[in-house]
């Protein structure tokens, strides 16, 4: 991995709302492999990944970009969900394996609106304590940064970010959204955060049943409330409820809809909102580049 990576003065700022949480030692791998969604073992040193974790009846628990430095040293960045209560859920199936879990605290998400200086998709970039991420889509150039030292992020910084995930279907689990919905239901798929083939995980049989059966019957659709709304808003369609909302972002939200719906209008709080397109370009391949 590359480590000559310039870091010039830009516009990084810390984002509250993230936290670092570190896997270390012989078994991290095999931990991550046993416990995540995703094929892990298929993660070049040096790259990352969309990654989940689920209950065992398949349902997510949270969503974060996983990154592989070595096979004995792994890092989640995990939006929405407090480092030390992550670490503590999780070292409950450590059990006999070599690996520590730890929150990070210290280390801060930087994140900047713009191109990074040498990451690349999947394939991160490292300069001294620094680690660099592509988060670029189809919604334009951004950039993570995990180090110290940054300045806070304005609220406008963080409304934005938010804005662009979403835009992109990164569901934004809130508490009570979580253990909700099964991957499929949040279109996981766009951001190949999870692996039918891998072998064994919690609510593995599920995930693969609904894949392979062809059951999803609902999916993420992105809306444009013209108000704002909550998380766990009921959908109308023909004044019946059809969806919930997931996440939200000012008049911006995720819902889980039907994929096959009538052509009404769909409705929260009264009120009619706007589709739109999901943005693409945030998924990150195994091996690419």
């Known amino acids: 991995m590359p480590d000559n990576l310039p870091l010039p003065e830009t516009t990084f700022a810390a984002l509250p709302d993230h936290a670092v949480v570190s896997l270390k030692g012989p078994d991290a791998s095999g931990f991550a492999q046993a416990q995540f969604a995703n094929d892990v073992m298929a993660v070049a040193d040096g ?29 989640l960045i995990v939006p ?141 659709a992105l809306l444009d409330l013209r108000q704002s709304a909550q998380p766990g808003d009921e959908v109308f369609a023909d004044d019946r409820p059809v969806g919930s909302v997931v996440s939200t972002s000012g008049s911006l939200a995720l819902a889980i809809v039907p994929i096959e719906r009538s052509a009404h209008a769909l409705q929260v709080n009264g009120q009619a909102v706007v589709e739109l397109p999901l943005a693409g370009g945030l998924g990150r391949a195994i091996g690419e580049n």
């Open 47 to 75: 790259h990352w990944q969309w990654n989940t974790w689920l209950t065992p009846k398949g349902r997510v628990i949270a969503v974060f970009a996983l990154i592989r430095l070595a096979i004995d040293d792994l890092i």
């Open 80 to 220: 929405d969900y407090a480092g030390d209560n992550l670490g503590t859920s999780l070292g409950r199936f450590v059990f006999r394996r070599k690996v520590v879990i730890a929150d990070q605290p210290m280390l801060q998400v930087a994140a900047a609106l713009e191109s990074p200086a040498s990451a690349c998709n999947a394939r991160i970039a490292r300069k001294l304590d620094t680690l660099e991420l592509d988060y670029s889509g189809d919604g334009g150039a951004r950039t993570l940064r995990i180090g110290s030292g940054w300045p806070p992020a304005s609220n406008e910084l963080v409304t934005t970010w938010r804005n662009l995930d979403l835009r992109h279907g990164l569901a934004r689990l809130v508490e009570g959204q979580r253990e909700q919905w099964t991957p499929q239901h949040l279109s996981l798929d766009r951001l190949q955060a999870f692996s039918v083939r891998k072998g064994c995980y919690p609510g593995q049989e599920i995930v693969a049943r609904t894949h392979f059966l062809g059951k999803a019957k609902r999916a993420l």
